[in-house]
Structures are given as C-alpha cells and as structure tokens.
C-alpha cells in the first residue's frame, strides 16, 4: 500500500476529503508515536509507505502515558479539526494500519495502548483472504 491508497482509505473510511484524511492521517501516527515506546514506533515506521514514515518516529524512547481523550484532542489540535472529526479519522487510521500491517506487526503496535483505547482501536486480527482455488 503507497502512501495515496493509505490516505485515499483513511478519507473513504471517515468521510474526509483527501486533505483531510491525510492530515488526521499524519496527526495520529506523530501521536501514535508518542504514545507508544520508541523501538515499536521505529517499527511501525518500517512498515508504513515511505512518505509516511517520518510521522511514527517518537520524540524519545520512552512512551508517553496519556489517555484516550489525550489521544483525540493531540490529534485534533494537530490536524486542524473538531474532537468529533478527529474521533473519527483516528478510528479510521487504525483501520486502514489493520488492513495494511501484517497482523504481528498490528498487535504489538496497539498491544502498548490502554484498554480505554479499545472503542477506537480494533485489536482483532484482520480477517485473512484465501486466494479461491
């Protein structure tokens, strides 16, 4: 997945135009990062198409403890939106990093967040698709 077809997932699964997937997009992976201990966020980053990588790099080591609520108004502030719009491109993000990750890759980065997280972000694996045969 290149960064478009990311962002062009995160604004169909949100209702967001495109600038403003991506920036909700950039907002929640730069407070992902922060949230999150730096060894998993440099992982992260390594999965994400290139242009997104910079975004999920933490500004140290050691995770950040903030609450959900923290979460959404962070990434709120960052992108320029309203809690109920921020609410809703985070959920979004998290969808699309499900579809996007391998399903390891997915549950050791979210394994680090609360269970309060647990009504934005999905910890199921995603479903796997079986070529028909």
Do not use: H, K
């Not at 169909?12 to 403003?20: F, L, M, W």
């Not at 320029?80 to 921020?86: E, K, M, R, S």
């Not at 699309?96 to 972000?121: C, E, H, I, N």
């Amino acid at each position: 997945m290149d960064q478009d077809q990311f962002i062009g997932a995160v604004a169909r699964r949100c209702g967001a135009s495109a600038e403003q997937a991506a920036a909700v997009t950039r907002a929640t992976l730069t407070t992902l990062a922060e949230r999150i201990d730096g060894g998993e966020a440099r992982d992260l980053a390594d999965r994400l198409p290139e242009a997104l990588r910079a975004y999920a790099f933490g500004p140290g080591e050691a995770a950040e403890a903030f609450g959900l609520d923290e979460f959404v108004t962070r990434v709120g502030g960052r992108a320029d939106v309203d809690a109920d719009a921020a609410r809703d491109g985070v959920t979004a993000v998290f969808d699309v990093l499900r579809d996007a990750l391998d399903p390891a890759a997915y549950a050791q980065a979210v394994a680090q967040l609360p269970a309060g997280y647990d009504d934005l972000v999905d910890r199921s694996a995603p479903v796997v698709r079986r070529a028909a045969r």
